[in-house]
């Protein structure tokens, strides 16, 4: 009776799993379907920025010659929360790869931030937070960068993130925003710089905004595959364990009716 007492509460435990594991991956894909669009215009909208200030050449405009130091400013954007699949893994590897001891770090995200803390110079480190970001969280991004960069204390800005391709896919990705390298192709010129600085402050804007939410919805991506996951494999469990409750609880019934029947014969 024991054992199948165990049977029952693990079944049980394994379907309320079940349970909460949807919900949690329902959750999930209600927010990708409602920022998707969102992500996808961003992208538009970083290219073609792009594309303007590397077609003025931007950074010969405003007379910035990049130095010789070799030190980056690098915005790393993790989760806060757990089942997110590989994402914290994968962006670990792309960060040992790139960075150095000397870079300038600012940190979004508290998962893995102790470890990354010991190894480098993190001068500033942030909740990520668990809605999509709005986008006034980039103007003080922004006016670190430009101060870092335009006074010379660095030579990169670059931003660390997951990047979105679809539902399944999801890569860690290392994009170097600053300096913007010149299109070859140079058609035409904006003589006026106020519009080149009004630019500039808006591409930085749009690639760190573009770079937080692309973050975001990879995050409630592999969460979702991850908690669909977890249910598959908790109702198969489940399935078998019912099976074995069945055969065990036939078998117990099978052995009850045998040692009556015996006492029957032996009392009659």
Not at 236 to 241: D, N, R
Not at 258 to 264: A, I, S, Y
Request: aromatic share 12%; with cysteine; net charge positive.
């Amino acid at each position: 009776m024991k054992n199948l007492n165990e049977l029952k509460n693990k079944i049980e435990m394994l379907n309320n799993v079940a349970k909460l594991s949807k919900a949690t991956e329902m959750i999930a894909m209600t927010r990708i379907l409602k920022i998707k669009k969102i992500v996808k215009n961003f992208l538009f909208y970083k290219d073609k920025i792009r594309y303007i200030l590397q077609k003025n050449n931007y950074i010969n405009c405003c007379k910035y010659t990049p130095n010789k130091i070799h030190r980056k400013l690098v915005y790393i954007i993790l989760p806060d929360t757990g089942f997110c699949g590989n994402i914290v893994i994968n962006m670990l590897k792309k960060i040992d790869l790139y960075l150095n001891e000397q870079d300038y770090v600012i940190l979004f995200g508290k998962k893995c931030s102790k470890e990354i803390k010991m190894k480098y110079n993190v001068i500033s480190s942030l909740k990520f937070g668990k809605t999509l970001p709005k986008y006034n969280c980039v103007y003080p991004m922004v006016k670190v960068a430009k101060m870092f960069f335009f006074m010379k204390k660095i030579s990169k800005v670059t931003l660390i993130y997951t990047k979105f391709s679809n539902i399944t896919i999801q890569k860690a990705y290392i994009e170097e925003i600053l300096p913007i390298k010149n299109n070859k192709t140079n058609k035409y010129f904006l003589q006026q710089k106020e519009t080149l600085d009004d630019l500039i402050q808006y591409y930085l804007e749009i690639e760190m905004y573009n770079s937080l939410i692309n973050a975001y919805i990879s995050e409630q991506a592999a969460r979702a595959i991850s908690m669909y996951n977890t249910k598959t494999h908790a109702l198969e469990v489940s399935k078998k364990l019912y099976k074995i409750y069945n055969k065990s609880r036939q078998e117990k019934i099978t052995d009850e009716i045998l040692d009556f029947t015996n006492w029957k014969l032996n009392n009659n």
